[in-house]
């Protein structure tokens, strides 16, 4: 079993009502999955962080970790 926590960062946090979510699959799953099971949209996310280190939608995760999400950050 791979159990996966999501740690949503900054406004994130207020957009989905949550800091943490959890879920589990049974076999590895790509990060673009994840984000789609846990209802939160991909334009939304700007970085993805699995053990410091950035990786993207296409990555695969094969055993139980926690990602954090970061938002788009804008500026002027």
């Known amino acids: 079993m791979i159990k996966i926590k999501l740690s949503l ?3 994130l946090r207020l ?3 949550c800091n943490i979510i959890e879920l589990s699959y049974n076999v590895p799953v790509k990060i673009k999955q994840i984000l789609c099971d846990a209802n939160i949209s991909c334009a939304d996310v ?3 962080k ?3 280190l950035l990786v993207n939608e296409d990555y695969i995760v094969k055993d139980s970790c926690m990602l ?3 938002p788009i950050v804008g500026g002027g």
């Open 15 to 17: 957009k989905y009502s």
């Open 9 to 11: 960062i900054g406004c």
């Open 50 to 52: 699995k053990d410091n």
């Open 68 to 70: 954090k999400l970061l």
């Open 46 to 48: 700007f970085f993805v």
